[in-house]
Every structure is written in C-alpha cells, then in structure tokens.
C-alpha cells in the first residue's frame, strides 16, 4: 500500500486552513471528513427569506494571515453594520446598557463605589500564580466590573464560568497587560497600534461560504462522508481505518474536539486520552427567531445583548442579526440570534422549551409581542472547549506525551483559541511546520 505524505482527519475550520496550506505548498495529502460537508460547527441555512448560522456568525478578522486566507478564497466578506460596534448589556434593574467608557464611568451600570475603585486599578499588585477570571478581575477591577461585564462577555464568548477559566489560558491578553504594564488602565493607554484594523465579517450565504469556498479550493482531496474509526501506529506511520478502507500516512493530523480524539486513538494512548478528557464542553443551544418588525418594540440597533447571569435569567445573549448583516431576513421582518446554555446553566433538552425560554426571557427586554414568525434551533451537546484552571498544564502533558508517537499531530480548538481567527492560524502554522 502507497503511504501518503500527509493525511488530516476533520474538515472543521482548523482542518480546512491546515488543507489549504499543504495545498499552497504543492504537497500531497487528503483531508478525511466525517459529515456530508465540510466545516465542522460552522453551519448556515437559508429558508423562508431568513439566512441565519447555527454555529459561529461572526468572523473577527485582525490578524493579517487570516486576511490573507480570505483573499486567497476570493471571499470579500460582508463587513458588520457599524451599529454593531453598540453592544448592549442588561443592568441590575434588567434595562439595556450600552457597553463602552460612558458605562464604566456613568452610574447606569456600576454603583459609586465600584466606579471609585477602578481609579485604583494601577496600583494593584501583579498575580503571582495563575488565577481564574473572576479571581483576577475582582482583584484589578472589583466585584461590580466581573457580575456586570466580564461575567456576561464571558458567558457570551465562551459559554463559560469565569471562575474556572483561566485567565493566562482563556484571555491571554488580559493577563499579558498586567505582566507587562502591571495594570490594564496603563497598558490600554499605552497600547500599541495592532498591525491591521479590526474588521466583524461575515459572508452573502452566511458563516458556511468560508469552508464552502475552502472546501471548492481543495477539490477532490477533501472526502466527504468518511469518518476515521481507528488509527495505529505502524513502522513510523500512520495505518487509519475509514468507513471505506484503509490509508497508510507518513504525518497524521487530527483537528477534531477531544471526545472524537480519544474514540480513535490506539488503546495504548490512556494517559493522552485521560488528559484530554479533562477539557470540559458544556452544552449550548442557539437559535434563530424571526419575528415582524412591528412585533418587536426595540430598534434593535446594535450587535445584540448580554444578559448577566447574576440576574437569574437562563437564556445567555442574543445577536440582532438582520442588524449586523444585510438579506438576513425578509423585507418587514427582523432576525435574532439566541443562546442558551453554558456551563453555568441548565439546559431544556426539548425544542418547544428553549423556544418557550427564550421568548419567555427576551419578550420583556426588547418589548417582543406574539409569537415568532420563523424559529429554527440547534442543540450542540459539546460546543465549546472551556480553558479551565490548569489548561496550560494540560495542553503541556499532552504534548510531552505526543513525543512518543512520532509524525501524529492533534489539533482543535481545544488549544490555542476558540474563535475561528485563532483556528485558521494554528492550522495555517501547523501546515507551515509539516516539514
Ligand atoms: C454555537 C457556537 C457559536 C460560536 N460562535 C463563534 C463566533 O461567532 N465567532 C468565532 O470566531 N467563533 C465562534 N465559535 C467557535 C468556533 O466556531 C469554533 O472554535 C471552530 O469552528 C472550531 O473549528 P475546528 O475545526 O477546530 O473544530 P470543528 O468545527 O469541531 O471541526 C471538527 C471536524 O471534525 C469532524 N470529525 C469528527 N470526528 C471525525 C472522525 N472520526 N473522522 C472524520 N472527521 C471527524 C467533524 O465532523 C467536524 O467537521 C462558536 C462555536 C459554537 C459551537
């Protein structure tokens, strides 16, 4: 049997960059894919006049090398309202806010107290060990700025529990302002000009054109509806069971979530598959809620809204997305995007509950009336990898475990970032170092 050069096992958005970068380099591999399509957990529909995403439904592009991967796409993107730059959060007496300097200073957020205290934000001690967010941010920041801002944006970003997160892990910035300018404040004032402008895209059909064009690209080398079931390591290669048969390769990738992982590797790999196995995804549900302009009371004019979780309402956010992108619903209707779950809450496991929740929960906040002209919902049992306390740790023995299997590579965004700009430059970089 030929052994390939290289072989990689899932088409999500990690997959996808790794493939395109291979190709780039005029090497010879295929990309193995469980799913009919290609994309992982970026899905987009189009029904009834209302084009909306499951999975991810923006793309923060600011990293140079990502612009780049669009352009070599042919993908031009469709820049966010500039509306969306108003991220609007819900207060102590359940109002909107919209977040920004006037929130942090202004009395509609925080008390006088809490604002007092973020003048003493520069004379805090830097941390000497790693600490969760909400360790972190109490200290710096206070009580007020985490249950009111950060808790939400977390919840919002991650699904996640600010006091498990690590902050080194999760927020690297964060924590690399305070160890280089010993507090926020000081290194916001002293930042540097980042290489690019920021720029919120998303695409005419939705999320799914970027794999869509990347899976085009790849052509015959991505195979579709092919889920990898074993893989053995064989005189310094790779021997990998498909659904259709069998592929030797010299350099294995797997950019899978960690349960996918541990399902296919050797039964000899125990420790790898017991560390990865620690990394927690909790569950999340989103869904997309069409109403009638008129039923909906608020202009809707920002990128969405946050809801603390100290306010004891289930549903996590919701995106104003006919506001962000153009065509997102038709004429005389308005589209919202809705997430539930996390890993600071239940969640209804039958549809007709998470629709009843969230219209129960958003009804009141945006003036909604009626029922919804349009509802779609997805449910994703592991949605998104929490970097927990510890997660460095992890990351690091797994990676000295790897040692021992040589030419095998594992992937995700279970390391190393979970927005889709961090999945294309690990996958980029690792097709970089392929050799
Ligand atoms: C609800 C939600 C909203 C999000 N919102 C945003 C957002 O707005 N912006 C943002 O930047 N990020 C967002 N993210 C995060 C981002 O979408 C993910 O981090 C990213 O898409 C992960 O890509 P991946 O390639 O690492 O993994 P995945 O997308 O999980 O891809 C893995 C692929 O492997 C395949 N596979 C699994 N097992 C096998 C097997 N045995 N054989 C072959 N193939 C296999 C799967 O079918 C899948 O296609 C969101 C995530 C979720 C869940």
Redesign the pocket.
Same mark, same amino acid.
């Given at each position: 049997m030929d052994v390939l050069p290289y072989l990689i $096992? %899932? =088409?999500?958005?990690?997959?996808?960059?790794l493939a395109l970068r291979l190709e780039e380099e005029g090497k010879e591999f295929l990309l !193995?894919?469980?799913?009919a399509e290609?994309? %992982? *957990?970026?899905r987009s529909r189009t029904e009834d006049g209302f084009t909306y995403?499951?999975?991810? *439904?923006?793309? !923060?592009v600011r990293d140079p090398l990502v612009a780049d991967q669009l352009q070599r796409l042919a993908l031009d993107g469709i820049a966010a309202n500039p509306l969306a730059r108003r991220r609007f959060v819900l207060n102590r007496h359940k109002r909107l806010v919209a977040l920004g300097p006037a929130a942090l200073l202004g009395g509609k957020l925080l008390s006088p107290g809490a604002r007092l205290r973020l003048l003493g934000e520069p004379f805090h001690a830097r941390a000497a060990a790693e600490e969760s967010v909400a360790t972190f941010v109490r200290r710096r920041l206070g009580p007020e700025v985490l249950d009111w801002m950060v808790d939400p944006f977390v919840s919002g $970003?991650f =699904?996640g529990d600010p006091e498990r997160l690590s902050v080194a892990a999760s927020l690297p910035r964060l924590a690399q302002m305070e160890q280089e300018y010993g507090s926020l404040l000081l290194a916001g004032l002293r930042r540097k000009r980042p290489a690019m402008r920021s720029r919120l895209l998303s695409f005419a059909g939705g999320?799914q054109d970027l794999p869509r064009a990347a899976a085009a690209k790849l052509g015959d080398r991505l195979r579709c509806n092919?889920?990898?079931?074993a893989i053995i390591p064989v005189d310094r290669s790779w021997r990998v069971e498909?659904r259709t048969g069998t592929l030797l390769a010299k350099r294995l990738f !797997? &950019?899978?979530?960690t349960d996918?992982?541990i399902?296919?590797l050797p039964s000899t790999a125990q420790p790898l598959r017991d560390h990865l196995a620690e990394i927690e995804y909790p569950s $999340?549900a989103?869904l997309a809620l069409g109403f009638p302009r008129t039923q909906v009371e608020h202009p809707l004019d920002g990128f969405g809204v946050l809801i603390p979780r100290r306010l004891g309402i289930p549903t996590l956010g919701a995106l104003f997305s006919s506001t962000l992108f153009p065509r997102r619903a038709p004429d005389g209707q308005v589209l919202l995007t809705v997430?539930l779950g996390g890993a600071q809450e239940a969640i209804p496991q039958e549809e007709a509950l998470l629709f009843r929740q969230a219209l129960d929960d958003l009804s009141s906040i945006l003036g909604i009336q009626g029922e919804p002209s349009f509802q779609r919902a997805?449910f #994703?049992p592991r949605?998104?990898?929490q970097y927990n306390l510890g997660h460095s740790q992890r990351i690091n023995a797994i990676d000295r475990l790897l040692r021992d299997w040589p030419g095998l590579s594992l992937?995700?965004? #279970?390391r190393g970032? $979970?927005? !889709?700009?961090? &999945?294309i430059r690990?996958?980029w970089e690792a097709g970089q170092t392929a050799g």
């Open positions: $096992v %899932g =088409a999500g958005i990690t997959g996808l960059s !193995l894919e469980a799913r290609a994309g %992982g *957990n970026i995403d499951l999975g991810p *439904n923006t793309l !923060l $970003v =699904a999320m092919e889920p990898v079931t498909s !797997l &950019c899978l979530p996918a992982i399902r296919i $999340v989103t997430f997805q #994703w949605a998104i990898p992937l995700g965004n #279970w970032g $979970v927005a !889709l700009g961090d &999945c690990r996958g």
